[in-house]
């Protein structure tokens, strides 16, 4: 069994960005908020100060060598368990990965962060730049997205739209809706305002597809998700919806989705949920049935639990 990465998930395959190759570089789970919505979990470490919290050395190595594993990539995805952008080093990690491939880098942020020019300055060494933007009111931004106290909205909102001047490449603004949270028109006519002002290349529209942090986060339907696109209008799409009726088709393939990834590697559980973006829980569910069925076999390495499907050729 080869070394597992520390830093890397996937290739997973993406709606938004093809295959792609996931780069983690902030500790689980470290974020500026605390989103009533997020498939990791709650925020235990809730703060603003940047790091150097893994090495950039070590981190471009590993990307290194997983292009050489996987030579078929359509985007390098800086994202993770955390915010990307707490990461000090992120400038000098996206300028060494493109050192080393002509892959575009993503980099997938809550944004909140806009605020701080050296922050901006980072985001700018990449190709596309995915900032989520769930309100336009400081009332709602608490609500959602319970962030550090001392984050203000209308101060990202501004530092997103001193990001689009500063920036050439391709800003994908991504806004997740809850029920009864911040999907009334007086929100979605503020976030318009804002969006303005930012003028992304694209607006991509989200609601609670997968477990939440909060069990009282509850998805939009997809007919709202249509007219809230169609209020903001322009280069607006709905990227998720929620199919309340396809739990068990929708568990069949999350099953089949976690051996296709376990036969290429051994992995772990975290690993395991951020490259197929599902819940820990749901991924440790479906593990205890499979290692069950013999499908799946758990090993343990230096300490830390590993998977790997069984050979059965
Ligand atoms: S959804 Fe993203 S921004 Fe929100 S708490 Fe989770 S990791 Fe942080």
């Known amino acids: 069994m080869p070394p597992p990465f520390s830093y890397i998930f996937g290739p997973v395959p993406s709606r938004r960005l093809g295959q792609s190759l996931g780069v983690d570089i902030i500790p689980s789970k470290l974020c500026t908020l605390d989103c009533v919505y997020c498939e990791v979990g709650t925020t235990d470490k809730r703060g603003l100060a940047r790091r150097e919290y893994y090495s950039v050395e070590e981190i471009v190595a590993e990307v290194g060598e997983a292009i050489r594993q ?22 000098r990690i996206i ?18 962060l806009m605020t701080d020019p050296e922050v901006r300055s980072d985001l700018a060494e990449a190709d596309i730049v995915s900032p989520s933007l769930d309100a336009a009111s400081q009332e ?14 209308e101060k990202i909102i501004d530092g997103l739209a001193a990001f689009r001047s500063e920036f050439a490449g391709q800003i994908w603004l991504e806004i997740l809706f809850v029920r009864g949270m911040n999907d009334s028109n007086e929100e979605v006519l503020r976030l318009k305002q804002a969006i303005e002002r930012i003028a992304p290349d694209r607006i ?13 986060a509850l998805p939009v339907t997809e007919r709202r998700l249509k007219e809230i696109c169609t209020l903001l209008g322009g280069n607006c799409e709905v990227i998720g919806v929620y ?28 690993e395991m949920a951020d490259a197929l973006e599902m819940h820990r829980a749901d991924v440790a569910r479906l593990l205890t049935e499979l290692v069950a069925h013999g499908t799946v076999v758990k090993q343990v390495y230096e300490g830390e639990t590993f998977f790997q499907a069984r050979d059965t050729e």
Do not use: C, W
């Open 243 to 270: 199919h309340e009726k396809t739990v068990t088709a929708e568990q069949h393939v999350d099953a089949e989705r976690v051996v296709a990834l376990l036969r290429r590697r051994g992995m772990r559980l975290e």
């Open 70 to 91: 996987y030579p078929h990539l359509d985007h390098i995805t800086i994202s993770g368990s955390g915010e990307p952008t707490l990461h000090s080093g992120l400038g």
């Open 204 to 216: 991509q529209l989200n609601t609670v597809v997968r477990p939440p942090a909060e069990p009282t």
């Open 140 to 153: 709602v931004f608490n609500a959602v997205d319970r962030p550090h106290p001392d984050l203000r909205i």
């Open 95 to 112: 300028r060494g990965i493109k050192m080393l491939t002509e892959v575009p880098v993503a980099v997938l942020t809550n944004g909140t």
